[in-house]
Nanobody, 124 residues
Framework: QVQLKESGGGLVQPGGSLRLSCAAS????????MGWFRQAPGKDREFVAT????????YYAESVQGRFTISRDNAENTMSLQMGSLKPEDTAVYYC?????????????????WGQGTQVTVSS
C-alpha cells in the first residue's frame, strides 16, 4: 500500500509560480510511477503530468506543457510539480497519485493510490 500527502498549494497571482510536493510512504518509492491530476469546480478530474519510476520519462498535458515540470527524488520519497506562468484556469485541487507499476501513464485508470489533494488558486 502507498500513502500520499500533497503540500504546497495556495493562492498565487496570474503569472506567478508555485511548487507542489507529494510525500510518499509505504512501498519502496523508486518502484512505481507517479502523476499529478487536477479537478476544477464543476469539472472532471484531468491529467496534468506523469513521471516513470526512475524519473527519466515524463509526459504533460498540452495545457501545461512548457509551464509545469514534474520531478521526483527517490532518495527522499518525494515528487514535485513546479508550476510557472500560472493562469486562472489552472485553479483546481491538485492530486498526487501513484501506479502499481514502473511506467508513466496518462490515464487515471492506471493509478491505484491517491492523495487527498491540495488547493491551488490563481487569482489577482
Amino acid at each position: 500500500q502507498v500513502q500520499l500527502k500533497e503540500s504546497g498549494g495556495g493562492l498565487v497571482q496570474p503569472g506567478g509560480s508555485l511548487r507542489l510536493s507529494c510525500a510518499a510512504s509505504g512501498r519502496t518509492f523508486g518502484s512505481y510511477a507517479m502523476g499529478w491530476f487536477r479537478q476544477a469546480p464543476g469539472k472532471d478530474r484531468e491529467f496534468v503530468a506523469t513521471i516513470n519510476w526512475s524519473g527519466t520519462i515524463t509526459y504533460y498535458a498540452e495545457s501545461v506543457q512548457g509551464r509545469f515540470t514534474i520531478s521526483r527524488d527517490n532518495a527522499e520519497n518525494t515528487m514535485s510539480l513546479q508550476m510557472g506562468s500560472l493562469k486562472p484556469e489552472d485553479t483546481a485541487v491538485y492530486y498526487c497519485a501513484a501506479t502499481d507499476g514502473q511506467d508513466a501513464y496518462i490515464s487515471m485508470r492506471n493509478y491505484m493510490h491517491w492523495g487527498q489533494g491540495t488547493q491551488v488558486t490563481v487569482s489577482s
